[in-house]
Nanobody, 126 residues
Framework: QVQLVESGGGLVRPGGSLRLSCAAS????????MGWFRQAPGKEREGVSC????????YYADSVQGRFIMSRDTAKNPVYLQMNSLKPEDTAVYYC???????????????????WGQGTQVTVSS
């Protein structure tokens, strides 16, 4: 059974940093790209980042490019999302997801992902 469990969310001031983690079980991460998504109240889900399984290449939404870094450890589990220079508009529930393939598309879209975690709340506020 595929399980994805996010952690690391919380309350942070604007300009601060957080690191989210996604622990996966029930499948071999060697064969799947992984992604992060977020959804703010009243807004559509947004693809934040993706990391391929094949070569570790990463893709980011324009809204987080240069501020967020997605990575995975040498054993490929867990995956991380380092979030720097956080803004109030980054406030959302963040979800980890498993891609259907080892590769990321040129943009991060939900239709490419088939398994989802329960999410972790990130609130950026002074």
């Amino acid at each position: 059974q595929v399980q994805l469990v996010e952690s690391g969310g919380g309350l942070v001031r604007p300009g601060g940093s957080l690191r989210l983690s996604c622990a996966a079980s029930g499948f071999t991460m060697d064969y799947y790209a992984m992604g992060w998504f977020r959804q703010a109240p009243g807004k559509e889900r947004e693809g934040v980042s993706c990391i391929s399984s094949s070569d570790g290449s990463t893709y980011y939404a324009d809204s987080v490019q240069g501020r967020f870094i997605m990575s995975r450890d040498t054993a490929k589990n867990p995956v991380y999302l380092q979030m720097n220079s956080l803004k109030p508009e980054d406030t959302a529930v963040y979800y980890c997801a498993r891609n259907y393939s080892p590769y990321c598309a040129n943009y991060v879209r939900g239709a490419d992902f088939g398994s989802w975690g329960q999410g972790t709340q990130v609130t950026v506020s002074s």
